[in-house]
């Protein structure tokens, strides 16, 4: 497909760990990131990585990359309240292109 | 982490205004760019620079115009808004080749009567 996408919305419980998935549309991008985005402010850098790894993990954070299925989850463990903001994976190199291509976003709410 | 500024945060203005929507980035990154993002959460690129005097459209047509005149700083223009132009407006940076992360700053929420 020609957008990268993710789910519109989460819901988990404070504590419980929340997976968030991606799509993304071209095996040779280089690069995927993940940001997060709280209400009012800009996006976020929270980590990325490089195409030709499976995993990558950053304390709470979990990077999972399926690059045949051009799929990315984060993970994150022990979500907390301060997680709840809207997150969007994007890509570098779509398409031969030097730019960044964005997923749609999702929105987590922490719940306690 | 980038340090990269916005001004202003809001801005409230009647049709017909010109306006100009600032951005500034103090860690000396080649790249800029302005993002248009919608109520539905997309973002998308508006305009970008690979440094002075380089200036580039996006993959969104806008109407606003932007220079590149000083390596830390990337002005977005509107000649004449029109509600349409009402929108979250986020600039950002990167200087790192290769892995090419974009660090942004806080966005200008631009509201058109």
């Known amino acids: 497909g020609e957008d990268v996408e993710q789910s519109l919305f989460l819901s988990v419980r404070e504590g419980d760990s929340s997976v968030i998935n991606c799509t993304y549309t071209?095996?040779?991008?280089?690069?995927l990131y993940w940001y997060k985005q709280e209400p009012g402010a800009g996006l976020q850098l929270l980590t990325y990585?490089?195409?030709?790894?499976d995993m990558k993990q950053d304390q709470r954070l979990t990077v999972l990359l399926n690059k045949k299925d051009k799929h990315l989850s984060l993970r994150i463990a022990d979500t907390q309240t301060g997680d709840s903001a809207i997150y969007f994976c994007a890509e570098w190199g779509a398409g031969g292109g030097n730019k960044l291509t964005f997923g749609t976003g999702t929105q987590l709410k922490v719940e306690l | 982490e980038a340090d990269i500024y916005q001004t202003p945060r809001y801005l409230v203005i009647g049709t017909g205004k010109k306006i100009t929507l600032e951005c500034s980035q103090t860690?000396?990154?080649?790249?800029m760019y302005w993002y248009q993002q919608d109520p539905g959460m997309e973002l998308h690129l508006i305009h970008y620079?690979?440094?002075?005097?380089?200036?580039e459209k996006g993959d969104l047509s806008s109407e606003s115009t932007v220079s590149r005149i000083r390596t830390e700083h990337f002005p977005l223009t509107l000649e004449s808004a029109r509600p349409s132009h009402t929108s979250q407006y986020l600039c950002?940076?990167?200087?790192?080749?290769?892995?090419?992360?974009?660090?942004f700053g806080p966005g200008t929420r631009l509201t058109v009567l």
């Open positions: 071209d095996s040779s991008s280089t690069y």
């Open positions: 990585i490089f195409s030709n790894m």
């Open positions: 950002a940076s990167s200087g790192r080749p290769g892995v090419n992360e974009q660090f």
């Open positions: 620079s690979y440094g002075v005097n380089s200036t």
């Open positions: 860690m000396g990154h080649d790249k």
